[in-house]
């Protein structure tokens, strides 16, 4: 189990992009990449992204999400499923706020179309060669 733990955990240091699920309102699932940013440790990641997009206003109305991060050249999944919350509170903008995003938001870190996504995970599935295995979040 602690190679499983250490594999699930180096992949999701490792990937570059995230894969984010979420239910729209007609209960249709959908998925969007975004980079893969930040991350406190494996129960609580961070998305940054537009407070008026689309997918901000869905996590307002269901907070029901996934994400996924993989490696295509070993064929190594992780399935991140839990809740996401949209963060506009200066605080959590600020620490995913880089140098240069001025050319996305004008008016900076409280500029009131930038926001951030907090996603709290309550379980993960990994596949990795033949072996697929769900874990709860707390046991890494």
Known sequence: ????ISEIIELRKNAE???VGLVNEAGIPQIKCMF???C???KTHYFSTNTSSKRAGQFLKNPKACVYYCDETNFAGALFTGTMEVCT???TKAMLWHDGDEK???KGVDDEDYCVFKFTAETVNYYHGLSNVTLPIDQL
């Open 1 to 4: 189990m602690k190679k499983i």
């Open 89 to 91: 509170d200066h605080e």
């Open 36 to 38: 893969a940013t930040e």
């Open 40 to 42: 406190e440790n494996m």
């Open 104 to 106: 996305y938001y004008p």
């Open 17 to 19: 992009f995230a894969y």
